[in-house]
T-cell receptor
């Protein structure tokens, strides 16, 4: 099956710093990628839809200036958590959709903000 | 707001067949139904996908009635390693094509 990678797999940062997470589709092109966050023992919550070459579409309640998304190519989307705070600590997961409308998920990135 | 509904949790024993049903009343006409498995601290893993009737692969079967307002994931002869959270995922064409996760079903397989 198709492979989606994320980097880094985990990151620890100080409060106030910015963190960038990369999501790559390794063997297919993805015009659409999604970013989710997941808190312990909860379901995945969709944060935004990332479309190649255009602005991301954010879900209600997700601050676009806080979570910057860039989808510069058909295989790469990045999520930057700006001025991170402890409440941003979470498990961030991306997914990519191929031309057959199949959606594949990355392994996730554990963000811990001290 | 369109959403999926699944049982919160299920228990089973090794070797049994497990059926998990998901309701999705507002499914889009052209959308597929996909089931994922998730272990702690990992991304969801694709299990099976279907549009209507029945789909079977090497790990599961997916049953979808004609009205497509629900679907049932069938796991034959589960093992301890099948203990995980299972999500059904459909795309809802509200405000753009996007997929929303429901709460998922926590399956616990006992020896």
């Amino acid at each position: 099956g198709a492979v989606v990678s994320q980097h880094p797999s985990w990151v620890i940062c100080k409060s106030g710093t910015s963190v960038k997470i990369e999501c790559r589709s390794l063997d297919f092109q993805a015009t659409t990628m999604f970013w989710y966050r997941q808190f312990p023992k909860q379901s995945l919550m969709l944060m935004a839809t990332s479309n190649e070459g255009s602005k991301a579409t954010y879900e209600q309640g997700v601050e676009k200036d806080k979570f910057l998304i860039n989808h510069a190519s058909l295989t790469l989307s990045t999520l930057t958590v700006t001025s991170a705070h402890p409440e941003d600590s979470s498990f961030y997961i991306c997914s990519a959709r191929n031309l057959a409308d199949e959606q594949f998920f990355g392994p996730g990135t554990r963000l811990t903000v001290l | 707001l369109a959403k999926t509904t699944q049982p919160i949790s299920m228990d089973s024993y090794e070797g049994q067949e497990v059926n998990i049903t998901c309701s999705h009343n507002n499914i889009a006409t052209n959308d597929y139904i996909t089931w994922y498995q998730q272990f702690p601290s990992q991304g969801p893993r694709f299990i099976i996908q279907g549009y209507k009737t029945k789909v079977t692969n090497e790990v599961a079967s997916l049953f979808i009635p004609a009205d497509r307002k629900s679907s049932t994931l069938s796991l034959p002869r589960v093992s301890l390693s099948d203990t995980a959270v299972y999500y059904c995922l459909v795309g809802f064409n509200t405000g753009g094509f996007k997929t929303i996760f429901g709460a998922g079903t926590r399956l616990f397989v006992k020896a």
